[in-house]
């Protein structure tokens, strides 16, 4: 069978069209081969929306292309440029340990970049060696999984395959490399690259292709670089909001982390919280807080003043007239994040439409929530289903105070009390990728039990649901004097 023949079973239709950009944005890739490639887990629904033969992936030729071990002869197989801020401080970066594959074109006319994530060294490694390991790649696998079914904007897991080989890290560890699918790789920090050592007429050419692929409807207008500017803006306020109302916390909202499009990047150190606490910090490297959770708005428009001052040549030949236009537009995000974060937490309480109070009641109940250590997730669970259950918060006065305002306020809206608990029942997941069940899943794999993953992953996929089933999912983790960690792994 040719190589042409295997490409059509499988259902690759790629375009690369990055790689009509300058060659300074990329590098060709090539193959660094492993020893004994293993499927470990595909996802079918993802698959079958790439226009992707399920069982010709799963075949010894379709896991040879997603372990890195063979190409296809339409892929671009290269490594992408970047820079970015990395805890405030600039950094030459770039694809250390991954290589984009192509851009495959769904049935539906979308584009998605295949990228291979842990696929070997690349001119941008800075003296790693290139490669991943089996938990990290299963940690980005459920938590991307889990953000799509929560209806938050990430690129999503296709697949992770075992290497079959070792991998040096604290100790030894057994390799994977995960297929990742984005709408792009494009980051802040690709922005930043081309500023710091391109020309103008090469940014000109990002921004312009930028456009042309996530922001078309405004490739054409007179001011298309402010107006750029002001829709990566928008996404971002829109993208955090999101975070911030199921508990979501990135860990590592470097630049380099930041998409174009606004789409969640990068789950290394990332957690969902439990208790709620504003100060929330997991990632082991976070050691200042840095991306606490509290933090994640005001970091999201430091990342995106980054991005304007990349965009300052485009945006008026007179630079005091370009940074205050990038100034104008970047202002508008704290309005625009508060709006969104507002408009969300409405829903959660069952609340259809507005009022000056709502503030005050949400900010009270979040009050209450750390003053008693409540869970996050299952709070809003409880007042979903008026499961108070005397304990804790829910049996104070104070409690009962608010929940008296609260349930005044619902009686001031003409929606009847069903269709507030449906608006309710959609906005509270019943399910999170709580971090003891996510380590549970990884430890088994790393057994050689893939059962665990997978269960949790049929779990978190329905998040709205709010199934008998689901329900061992939100219970707590034991209580620990440790708290909690994660780390960047590789």
Not at 270 to 284: L, R
Not at 438 to 461: P, T
């Amino acid at each position: 069978m040719t190589n042409k023949e295997e490409v059509i079973e499988i259902g690759w239709n790629l375009d690369n069209s990055y790689t009509t950009l300058p060659k300074l944005f990329f590098s060709k890739i090539n193959l660094n081969k492993v020893s004994s490639p293993e499927l470990v887990i595909l996802n079918y629904p993802l698959a079958r929306t790439l226009g992707l033969n399920i069982d010709a992936l799963k075949s010894y030729d379709g896991v040879s292309i997603l372990s890195g071990n063979k190409t296809i002869e339409e892929g671009a197989f290269i490594a992408q440029a970047y820079a970015g801020h990395q805890f405030g401080h600039f950094t030459m970066l770039g694809d250390g340990r991954a290589l984009l594959i192509g851009e495959q074109i769904t049935p539906s006319g979308e584009r998605y970049d295949i990228q291979l994530k842990g696929s070997g060294r690349t001119p941008y490694s800075r003296g790693g060696d290139g490669r991943a390991v089996l938990g990290p790649m299963i940690r980005e696998y459920i938590i991307s999984e889990a953000m799509y079914g929560l209806g938050i904007p990430t690129t999503r897991s296709l697949a992770v395959v075992k290497t079959g080989e070792r991998v040096i890290r604290e100790s030894m560890k057994e390799g994977a490399i995960l297929t990742r699918v984005a709408s792009s790789h494009i980051r802040f920090g690709t922005f930043e690259y081309v500023a710091r050592f391109g020309s103008t007429e090469e940014l000109k050419e990002l921004a312009d292709y930028t456009l042309k692929r996530h922001y078309p409807h405004v490739l054409d207008d007179e001011n298309k670089y402010i107006n750029l500017l002001n829709e990566v803006v928008k996404v971002h306020a829109s993208l955090v909001s999101k975070w911030q109302t199921v508990g979501f916390i990135h860990g590592v909202m470097n630049t380099d982390n930041m998409t174009i499009s606004g789409e969640t990047i990068d789950y290394g150190p990332c957690a969902f919280m439990d208790t709620y606490n504003p100060n929330t910090v997991f990632s082991s490297i976070d050691v200042n807080g840095r991306y606490a959770y509290k933090n994640q708005p005001i970091m999201a428009e430091w990342n995106l003043c980054r991005f304007a001052e990349t965009l300052l040549p485009l945006l008026h030949e007179n630079q005091d007239n370009a940074i205050k236009t990038a100034q104008d537009a970047i202002s508008n995000f704290s309005k625009l994040y508060y709006l969104n974060w507002l408009s969300k937490m409405r829903l959660k309480l069952g609340i259809f439409n507005e009022e000056a109070q709502d503030k005050a009641i949400i900010e009270d109940l979040l009050s209450m929530m750390e003053k008693y250590n409540e869970d996050y997730t299952n709070t809003f669970i409880a007042l979903t289903f008026n499961r108070n259950n005397d304990k804790g918060m829910f049996s104070t006065e104070e409690f009962s105070n608010w929940n008296n305002v609260w349930q005044e306020r619902l009686k001031r809206q003409p929606q009847s009390n069903k269709l507030v608990h449906q608006l309710m029942k959609e906005s509270n997941p019943a399910i999170i990728p709580r971090n003891h069940r996510v380590e549970e899943a990884i430890e088994a794999a790393d057994k050689g039990d893939f059962n665990v993953m997978i269960n949790l992953l049929n779990a978190i996929s329905i998040p709205y649901e709010h199934s008998k089933d689901q329900e061992k999912y939100s219970e707590l983790p034991k209580p620990s004097s440790c708290a909690y960690r994660t780390f960047c792994g590789t």
